[in-house]
């Protein structure tokens, strides 16, 4: 079964600064989703950025970059000119197929917390 | 356009009482997708729903069961309730498998 990683339970940042969540994930299948969700206080889970296992190039979003290692299977998130807005718990998931069903469903770490110090 | 609407927002209900959670997915996604979030298990894959039909179902009790209907909003059902359900269900819809899934704001759920 597929498993995903979060080292870090808790991390902190100074507004402005750049900071860097890990993630690995486990897995046996050579094509897949990867993906970041930021959980504020609100509880909707926001999707921050999504990377294609078999796109080589790093998924980028304005201030969230992914370093994508497939052979180490990690996956980590870059946040840089860290902004007040940005403390909230941050997923890492896996989009998992499931051959008996023939769907997709998401694999999720425990989370990080971010907290951005100003 | 609308985004995912789950109703209601909190509900606290006794043990061994059913409940019924709702959920409308976005315009024109057929895939809605329930998943339980805990503080000791994280979030964890209930069912998949994709046009009315249940497609994919996680490691829950019978006591958990869903439903579709024909405008794709969508239902989950927890019955005789116990302590452990208390949690935040979360929904998401999705257009197709490839384009990501977009989650409501959860209803949260205390069973005293």
């Known amino acids: 079964a597929q498993t995903v990683t979060q080292s870090q339970p808790e991390m902190s940042v100074q507004e402005a600064e750049t900071v860097t969540l890990s993630c690995t994930y486990d897995t046996s299948e050579s094509d897949y989703y990867l993906f970041w969700y930021k959980q504020p206080p609100s509880r909707q889970m926001i999707l921050v950025i999504r990377?294609?296992?078999?796109?080589?190039q790093n998924a980028t979003e304005n201030r969230f970059s992914v370093n994508f290692q497939k052979a180490a299977k990690s996956f980590s998130l870059k946040i840089s000119d860290s902004q007040l807005g940005d403390a909230a718990m941050y997923f890492c998931?896996?989009?998992?197929?499931?051959?008996?069903?023939?769907?997709?469903?998401?694999?999720f770490g425990k989370g990080t917390k971010l907290s951005v110090i100003p | 356009k609308a985004g995912v609407t789950q109703t209601p927002r909190y509900l606290i209900k006794t043990r061994g009482q059913q409940v019924t959670l709702s959920c409308s997915p976005i315009s024109g996604h057929r895939s809605v997708s329930w998943y339980q979030q805990t503080p000791g298990q994280g979030l964890q894959f209930l069912f998949e729903?994709?046009?009315?039909?249940?497609?994919n179902k996680g490691n829950f009790p019978g006591r958990f069961s869903g439903r579709q209907f024909s405008n794709s909003r969508s239902e989950m059902n927890v019955s005789t309730l116990e302590l452990g359900d208390s949690a935040l269900y979360l929904c998401?819809?999705?257009?197709?498998?490839?384009?990501?899934?977009?989650f409501g704001s959860g209803t949260r759920l205390t069973v005293v």
């Open positions: 990377q294609e296992a078999y796109k080589q």
């Open positions: 998401a819809s999705s257009y197709g498998d490839i384009y990501g899934y977009t």
């Open positions: 998931a896996y989009r998992t197929f499931n051959s008996g069903a023939g769907s997709y469903q998401l694999t």
């Open positions: 729903y994709f046009s009315e039909t249940q497609r």
